[in-house]
């Protein structure tokens, strides 16, 4: 421990440590600040690449579409139209090419194929089919560009808007295919089955990109879609298209492809307006935030010099409360000394010192432990894998807790809460290693005492839902064992099984709440004392389904489902398979067995060849079918139990 005049020397830089540490979160709201500022800028150079991309996905559609009218009228339409259209084109690739940098070099490689395309196209050297597919590629490829980008952005409300606008782009490229198409067929006046099934994709395509989008898509954006549908140019153009589908191209204006594509293109224009729309509330949004992050940064800069000036003056007035605490926390140190059980070790688990509580509860001197491995107290009950946890998390710089079992030096044992924290030096490494430790050896005794006394009290509480019903309470005491040897080997946990055991005697508590006329009642009941006498699987089930103790929350499973039948006939809820809990499943194939082979004071006990019969009709009905298997693999065992707990033992009644 450092002297106390080394500490007052220390004391001398608290002038300046609130200031390092102001300093410091400062910094950190800065660097936070500025990663935010740049989030949004890199957010604001994506999201105005995916509005480029859109506009050059919206030429090259336009310039598709009129390509197939081109090629199918072997050039004698559309020829001016796509010149024009060509550069309009080329400007939106160069927009583009301005603000991409990470896949300019494809971009550019896909700008000269198409230069290329085009080539072939204006000597009509390719056929409709090819050119629309070609530009149909392009097309998905800038599509999935901007996919890309989008799968970058992490603001949820930025997230949500390019969900609807990359729904409605979809919406606009199928009927950009519809237009594309449709014009090559009408140009070159012939369907081919290529072009046909492009068209028919593309208005499949259309119409479940529509639907994602009325899911995705706020109501005032839905709105000005919904009046686009019920315009009459709208109406007209789905019903033409259904007549293509159809192969019904009379009495529509599909004979002529400059107004079937100047119609469908005025409705691919809608629909870009309200791509252009989301844009600017995509854009909207990011400036605003972008502004808004500015101003928070004004703020905390004020906040700054603020809190510097105050944290100066409290640092002065804490400097002088520490030199008087210095006497206090030595104090302190020593109560804890006094009250607790301390060790401590260097780094190889070597003990360095230990103070008298721990010397005390060991039985060891302090020449005995000192220089010795910590190991020394170690219990045979704790396993290795519980010390090497411990050893991985000092190790790695961070304090263990837990609970430990420590042997005495005369062989007993002792239990202690225990904190282990490694001691850094000022170069990070660890130095030693300090344990505090409190003595909780009473407190688990008695916790034991009281989890006994529990389950004995379940236990005497399912004999007297038993006894109500003129029944053995060595039921209760059977169905315990034969639930026990049926989870062993279905495979739960110690934990699950002690629960099961402890609570299985519950299966039929419910049972204090049925009327002893009909309870006990020698013949059969009536459709309503039936109706009743069912209502003791809920009753069990509500005195105890409120508890926060894991084992009564086990009784109470047991008692609302051991009733219930694995094909969903049973009750009170008609559970079938894996939906009844297996402590249900479990108790239903003890209790019915023990039950069978009991005496009643409505049946006589029914003999053994008879039980198993029973057993292996209702496998896959009443009962689990791996539990009925369980059953007969261990039926030995199960004969056993019930012999040796049987009404007449005279080992039960020793006990």
Request: net charge neutral; charged share 25%; aromatic share 10%.
């Amino acid at each position: 421990m450092e002297s106390e005049k080394t500490i007052l020397n220390k004391l001398r830089l608290l002038t300046i440590v609130p200031g390092v540490v102001i300093v410091t979160i400062f910094t950190i709201f800065i660097l936070y600040t500025y990663h935010n500022l740049t989030t949004l800028k890199i957010l604001s150079s994506n999201v105005a690449k995916i509005e480029k991309s859109a506009n050059l996905i919206n030429e090259l559609q336009r310039e598709r579409g009129i390509s197939s009218g081109y090629l199918g009228s072997k050039g004698k339409i559309f020829k001016d139209s796509l010149l024009q259209q060509r550069q309009k084109t080329d400007k939106a690739f160069q927009e583009l090419l301005n603000l991409e940098n990470k896949n300019r070099d494809t971009f550019i490689q896909n700008q000269l194929a198409l230069i290329q395309m085009r080539k072939e196209v204006t000597l009509l050297k390719v056929s409709v089919f090819h050119s629309f597919n070609y530009y149909t590629y392009l097309i998905s490829h800038i599509q999935n560009n901007f996919l890309d980008i989008s799968t970058l952005i992490t603001d949820f409300s930025v997230k949500n808007l390019f969900q609807a606008f990359i729904n409605l782009s979809l919406m606009k490229e199928s009927l950009g295919e519809l237009r594309g198409g449709i014009n090559g067929v009408l140009s070159q006046k012939q369907n081919t089955s290529q072009l046909n099934y492009i068209t028919i994709s593309a208005k499949a395509t259309y119409q479940l990109s529509e639907k994602r989008f009325y899911r995705t898509a706020s109501s005032n954006f839905l709105e000005q879609y919904n009046s686009i549908v019920k315009s009459e140019n709208y109406q007209n153009l789905a019903h033409n298209i259904l007549l293509y589908t159809n192969n019904n191209l009379k009495n529509s204006y599909f004979e002529e492809p400059i107004k079937w594509y100047a119609e469908s293109t005025n409705i691919i224009n809608q629909l870009y307006d309200i791509e252009t729309a989301y844009m600017y509330s995509i854009n909207n949004y990011v400036q605003t935030s972008y502004h808004n992050e500015k101003s928070r940064a004004i703020i905390i800069l004020l906040l700054f010099t603020i809190t510097t000036f105050f944290n100066i003056w409290l640092s002065l007035k804490i400097k002088r409360n520490i030199k008087a605490n210095i006497k206090l926390l030595n104090e302190y140190k020593s109560a804890v000394d006094r009250s607790t059980i301390v060790s401590k070790t260097d780094k190889k688990g070597i003990v360095t010192y230990v103070n008298e509580e721990f010397c005390s509860i060991s039985g060891y001197s302090q020449e005995e432990l000192i220089g010795k491995p910590h190991n020394i107290v170690r219990h045979s009950d704790m396993s290795v894998e519980a010390f090497k946890d411990m050893w991985q998390t000092i190790l790695s710089k961070k304090s263990w807790s837990g609970i430990v079992k420590n042997r005495k030096k005369d062989g007993t044992s002792y239990t202690v809460e225990a904190t282990i924290s490694p001691i850094l030096n000022s170069d990070g490494e660890i130095e030693e290693f300090i344990a505090i430790r409190n003595d909780i050896t009473d407190i688990l005794n008695l916790h034991k005492e009281i989890e006994h006394t529990q389950s004995d009290l379940i236990f005497r509480m399912g004999e007297i839902g038993e006894t109500r019903s003129k029944e053995t309470g060595h039921h209760v005491k059977r169905v315990a064992k034969y639930s026990q040897l049926l989870a062993k080997y279905y495979g739960m946990s110690n934990k699950e099984i002690e629960y099961l055991v402890s609570a299985s005697p519950m299966h039929d508590i419910g049972k204090v709440g049925i009327p002893d006329a009909i309870l006990n009642k020698a013949g059969k009941l009536t459709k309503t004392e039936w109706s009743i006498m069912k209502t003791h699987a809920t009753i069990g089930y509500e005195l105890f389904r409120d508890s926060d103790k894991p084992l009564l929350q086990t009784a109470s499973i047991i008692a609302h489902q051991h009733h219930e039948k694995y094909d969903g006939s049973g009750y009170p809820r008609g559970l079938s398979g894996k939906n009844i809990h297996i402590y249900g499943r479990i108790t239903a194939v003890a209790d019915v067995f023990d039950a069978l082979g009991s005496d009643r004071c409505y049946k006589k006990a029914w003999e053994d060849e008879k039980i198993f019969e029973l057993l292996k009709e209702e496998r896959g009905k009443h009962f689990d079918p791996q539990l009925v298997d369980i059953f007969f693999e261990h039926l030995e065992e199960f004969l056993e139990i019930r012999d040796y707990f049987s009404d007449q033992s005279s080992a039960m009644k020793s006990e």
